[in-house]
């Protein structure tokens, strides 16, 4: 669905108003331009910019809703090996042109 993202559906904002059950693909040219000029990113929910946030990066496999994660170069997924949480590498790896990063931003102290 990322990859291939239709501009024209793109919204500058998350809209206000209730939502429920909802996704929106917001455009990054505004933090891309605040970048540019030595800015900080601005993350926006429907409360406002986000001032302190915490971050976490994982990858997705083409349409695969399977949170998955990179480590050393190869897409591992997260199992219990031993009874502790593991990083294990897909075999067979997935083609490069079909991983995407996800960064997923959360707030902090609300």
Not at 54 to 76: A, D, F, I, M, T
Not at 91 to 96: A, F, I, M, R
């Amino acid at each position: 669905m990322l990859s291939d993202v239709d501009e024209s559906q793109m919204m500058p904002i998350i809209p206000a108003g209730v939502k429920s059950n909802m996704y929106f693909i917001v455009s990054a040219a505004d933090n891309e331009q605040h970048v540019t000029s030595g800015k900080h990113r601005l993350f926006y929910d429907d409360c406002g910019a986000w001032a302190n946030v915490r971050g976490y990066n994982s990858v997705v496999v083409e349409n695969n809703p399977k949170e998955l994660y990179e480590k050393n170069g190869q897409v591992c997924d997260r199992k219990r090996v031993a009874g502790k949480d593991t990083l294990v590498p897909l075999e067979p790896q997935p083609d490069g042109s079909c991983v995407r990063k996800v960064t997923r931003m959360c707030r902090l102290g609300h």
